[in-house]
């Protein structure tokens, strides 16, 4: 095949893990941004609220005095250096907080001022840094400045040698109780740290919503299963589901008229060595946009010079004649019954190349009808005197209409409607048809945000609205959703 053919979407596992969690979180965009905005909203909230704590230090140095057994200056800073992690647990003593507490005049109790305090050493040094917080910034340097007061004296008489004269080490306060500064909240802070906690809680949303979604969104996550070809893509517009087909006049580079351009091409080459030139358009179940599909996809094989039909096979709940405009009293039910010939029953649909089969009356029995002999030859016919015939069929779960169509057809094209079709019925319909031996041509997503076709080439052309290039008397086809 050359080069240069259209690129046909597979439904194969997706191999680039990496990739794919940076397109879903691409798709989910907005689940991430709420998620984030919504803590880091929290989070500024609750660091608001906080009552604001304040924080005053102190540096104590430990010095190793006349020690007996000290023979050196080196001697002394290791004898110092020991002593060090034992003064860090003495800060928090009863000892040490009574002393601070009498003496300080702080009005705090015990266990209140231990709560407060905490103090550390630098590792390989001999300096002790005792800190209180409090929620009054007086009353935290006030009881920071007792504990380095208290600590100096304690250790002073602790250290006293049991026969007298100077005490083995001592502490000395190098840098007193500092001015207390606001250490909570941390408002920038604790904002980003939510923010980040909000993008994590995102990503795990999308990971479980994506994980364990069930509903079609794109072609990704279409199940691999499926085994099918993704032909096409058509994008979410409203002007489709207002009424009308695609304008698929020279110019029109609308991003639906692109999208059902590339599923006419894509068609044609689905099979090169057989083109399918009669064509059965169905979905899993109702409103999924088979009808539109089909009509627009006639429209624009017509637009190509190649003369079509539009046979309605939906002998249930027809629509082709409602939006075409033409005549539905008479139509296929009449040349399956044996009332005429299917050259009277075929009506012009005002679009050039385009003509169109309407249901007729609605039978009791339209199974019956359409899994007859007649039915098979009448579409023969059709396909003698048409380059394309394409019919419009209801859908595969409710009814067994399609699947018996499906015999007289060269392939079946599926129609799935993305956020809508769940993935559990698309696989049923497509293990129905191919029980029933059909061949799936391959499948078109309806309603696809952010698809392909949804971009505008500009400098190629203008946006042009959504409405048949008919002369003035002849009626609009409609292809609503």
Same mark, same amino acid.
């Given at each position: 095949?050359?080069?240069?053919?259209?690129?046909?979407?597979?439904?194969?596992?997706?191999?680039?893990?990496?990739?794919?969690?940076?397109?879903?979180?691409?798709?989910?965009?907005?689940?991430?941004?709420?998620?984030?905005?919504?803590?880091?909203?929290?989070?500024?909230?609750?660091?608001?609220?906080?009552?604001?704590?304040?924080?005053?230090?102190?540096?104590?140095?430990?010095?190793?005095?006349?020690?007996?057994?000290?023979?050196?200056?080196?001697?002394?800073?290791?004898?110092?250096?020991?002593?060090?992690?034992?003064?860090?647990?003495?800060?928090?003593?009863?000892?040490?907080?009574?002393?601070?507490?009498?003496?300080?005049?702080?009005?705090?109790?015990?266990?209140?001022?231990?709560?407060?305090?905490?103090?550390?050493?630098?590792?390989?040094?001999?300096?002790?840094?005792?800190?209180?917080?409090?929620?009054?910034?007086?009353?935290?340097?006030?009881?920071?400045?007792?504990?380095?007061?208290?600590?100096?004296?304690?250790?002073?008489?602790?250290?006293?040698?049991?026969?007298?004269?100077?005490?083995?080490?001592?502490?000395?306060?190098?840098?007193?109780?500092?001015?207390?500064?606001?250490?909570?909240?941390?408002?920038?802070?604790?904002?980003?740290?939510?923010?980040?906690?909000?993008?994590?809680?995102?990503?795990?949303?999308?990971?479980?919503?994506?994980?364990?979604?069930?509903?079609?969104?794109?072609?990704?996550?279409?199940?691999?299963?499926?085994?099918?070809?993704?032909?096409?893509?058509?994008?979410?517009?409203?002007?489709?589901?207002?009424?009308?087909?695609?304008?698929?006049?020279?110019? /029109?580079?609308?991003? +639906? !008229? *692109?999208?059902? $351009?590339? #599923?006419?091409?894509?068609?044609?080459?689905?099979?090169? &060595?057989? =083109?399918?030139?009669?064509?059965?358009?169905?979905?899993?179940?109702?409103?999924?946009?088979?009808?539109?599909?089909?009509?627009?996809?006639?429209?624009?094989?017509?637009?190509?010079?190649?003369?079509?039909?539009?046979?309605?096979?939906?002998?249930?709940?027809?629509?082709?004649?409602?939006?075409?405009?033409?005549?539905?009293?008479?139509?296929?039910?009449?040349?399956?019954?044996?009332?005429?010939?299917?050259?009277?029953?075929?009506?012009?649909?005002?679009?050039?190349?385009?003509?169109?089969?309407?249901?007729?009356?609605?039978?009791?029995?339209?199974?019956?009808?359409? /899994?007859?002999?007649? +039915? !098979? *030859?009448?579409? $023969?016919? #059709?396909?003698?005197?048409?380059?394309?015939?394409?019919? &419009?069929? =209801?859908?595969?779960?409710?009814?067994?209409?399609?699947?018996?169509?499906?015999?007289?057809?060269?392939?079946?094209?599926?129609?799935?409607?993305?956020?809508?079709?769940?993935?559990?019925?698309?696989?049923?319909?497509?293990?129905?048809?191919?029980?029933?031996?059909?061949?799936?041509?391959?499948?078109?997503?309806?309603?696809?945000?952010?698809?392909?076709?949804?971009?505008?080439?500009?400098?190629?052309?203008?946006?042009?609205?959504?409405?048949?290039?008919?002369?003035?008397?002849?009626?609009?086809?409609?292809?609503?959703?």
């Amino acid at each position: 095949m050359s080069d240069d053919l259209p690129e046909i979407a597979t439904a194969e596992p997706n191999r680039r893990p990496v990739a794919e969690l940076l397109n879903v979180a691409r798709r989910s965009w907005w689940i991430l941004a709420c998620c984030a905005l919504g803590v880091a909203v929290i989070g500024l909230a609750t660091s608001l609220a906080q009552q604001p704590e304040y924080e005053s230090t102190a540096t104590l140095y430990v010095t190793s005095g006349s020690d007996p057994n000290t023979q050196s200056a080196y001697q002394g800073s290791q004898a110092a250096q020991q002593r060090v992690a034992s003064y860090v647990e003495l800060v928090q003593s009863d000892a040490i907080l009574t002393s601070a507490l009498r003496d300080g005049a702080i009005g705090l109790t015990t266990d209140e001022a231990r709560a407060r305090l905490t103090a550390s050493a630098t590792p390989d040094t001999v300096l002790v840094t005792v800190s209180a917080t409090d929620t009054e910034p007086v009353r935290a340097r006030a009881l920071t400045s007792a504990v380095a007061q208290a600590m100096t004296e304690y250790i002073e008489t602790l250290e006293q040698p049991s026969g007298g004269g100077d005490s083995l080490a001592k502490l000395t306060v190098v840098s007193s109780a500092s001015p207390s500064e606001q250490v909570a909240p941390k408002v920038p802070r604790d904002v980003a740290v939510a923010l980040l906690l909000g993008l994590l809680v995102g990503l795990l949303v999308v990971y479980l919503r994506e994980r364990f979604d069930v509903v079609v969104r794109n072609t990704s996550n279409v199940p691999p299963v499926v085994g099918a070809p993704v032909l096409g893509t058509v994008p979410h517009e409203t002007e489709l589901s207002e009424g009308g087909t695609i304008n698929f006049a020279a110019g /029109a580079t609308s991003g +639906a !008229a *692109e999208s059902y $351009r590339r #599923l006419r091409t894509n068609l044609a080459f689905s099979d090169v &060595d057989h =083109p399918p030139r009669i064509v059965l358009v169905t979905s899993a179940g109702p409103g999924e946009g088979k009808t539109t599909t089909a009509l627009n996809l006639a429209a624009s094989i017509a637009d190509g010079g190649d003369r079509v039909v539009i046979v309605d096979g939906d002998l249930r709940r027809p629509e082709v004649a409602t939006r075409t405009g033409r005549v539905s009293a008479v139509g296929f039910t009449n040349y399956l019954r044996g009332d005429t010939g299917m050259a009277e029953l075929v009506q012009p649909s005002g679009y050039l190349n385009l003509d169109v089969l309407t249901s007729g009356e609605l039978p009791p029995n339209p199974a019956e009808l359409l /899994a007859s002999d007649r +039915a !098979a *030859e009448g579409i $023969r016919e #059709l396909a003698d005197r048409y380059d394309y015939v394409i019919i &419009d069929s =209801p859908p595969v779960l409710p009814v067994t209409d399609a699947a018996v169509t499906a015999r007289c057809v060269d392939g079946v094209l599926l129609v799935v409607r993305a956020g809508a079709t769940k993935a559990p019925d698309l696989v049923d319909a497509v293990d129905m048809l191919r029980a029933a031996k059909t061949k799936i041509l391959g499948l078109v997503l309806n309603r696809v945000r952010g698809a392909y076709g949804s971009y505008r080439y500009t400098g190629y052309g203008t946006k042009t609205d959504i409405q048949v290039n008919t002369p003035a008397d002849q009626p609009t086809l409609r292809a609503n959703a």
